[in-house]
């Protein structure tokens, strides 16, 4: 799979224009955290691209870039949870899961 790095505000409002043509799924990770990067690990040893189309994958580092995640917060209505995981669709969010809830079955089965 490959990541697309989250690393600036700017780039949530692309994200929401880029959600009205794909599904854009974002992946909030602290670095400090095992259990999100226990996480992280399963979405990515499950990862099937065939079973989530054109589903484009955002990777935000919350360590480095926390004015990211608060900013998601205000632009999608959901609350901030580390890790976590927000599926984005036609500029809103459809779904998100955090800690041992996020699995790419269920990922897969809402995009």
């Known amino acids: 799979m490959n990541w697309n790095q989250l690393t600036t505000v ?3 409002q692309a994200i929401k224009e ?5 599904p854009v799924l974002i992946f909030k990770h602290s ?3 095992s259990i999100s990067s226990t996480a992280l690990s399963r979405v990515e040893r ?3 691209q065939e079973a989530v189309g054109e589903l484009k994958p955002y990777y935000l580092d919350l360590i480095a870039n926390r004015p990211i995640s608060n900013a998601i917060v205000e632009e999608f209505g959901v609350e901030h949870q580390s890790p976590q995981v927000i599926l984005i669709k036609d500029g809103a969010s459809v779904y998100d899961a955090s800690h041992f809830d996020i699995r790419f079955e269920e990922i897969a089965e809402t995009v």
Do not use: V
């Open 10 to 12: 700017e780039q949530l």
């Open 18 to 22: 880029e959600s009205f043509n794909q």
């Open 31 to 33: 670095t400090r955290c």
């Open 46 to 48: 499950n990862w099937k």
